[in-house]
């Protein structure tokens, strides 16, 4: 594989984990609005993770290692938030993170060309 393709498979799935990071270290990221706010940042939650493992999959190309590192860097971010004030870390963010993961690997293999 060449440089320039090992750079464009895996340039994106860096940026994507660095701006999952810097969203994890901001210290409050409520809206004050009630419900609706833990269902906007749980979408949140499902959105970023089911990008990220359409990228991890289309640079590994194939599903399971592209599942696992995106459970991984998950468990990761969830033990990063723990050392950010104003931050929690919980197993129950890992789930609906593995809820995105699923959709973004299910949704890149039906409408890729």
Do not use: C, N
């Not at 640079?59 to 723990?82: C, K, M, N, T, V």
């Not at 919980?90 to 789930?95: A, E, I, K, W």
Request: net charge neutral; hydrophobic share 55%; proline share 4%.
């Amino acid at each position: 594989m060449t440089r320039s393709r090992v750079l464009s498979l895996w340039v994106p799935v860096v940026l994507w984990a660095g701006v999952i990071f810097a969203l994890s270290s901001i210290p409050s990221l409520g809206t004050g609005l009630g419900t609706w706010d833990y269902v906007l940042r749980k979408g949140a939650h499902m959105t970023e993770y089911a990008l990220l493992a359409g990228l991890l999959l289309r640079a590994l190309g194939r599903e399971l290692p592209a599942f696992l590192a995106a459970i991984a860097y998950a468990a990761s971010d969830e033990l990063h938030q723990h050392f950010v004030q104003g931050r929690h870390a919980t197993p129950v963010d890992v789930g609906f993170d593995a809820v995105g993961i699923l959709a973004g690997l299910f949704l890149w293999e039906r409408l890729r060309p």
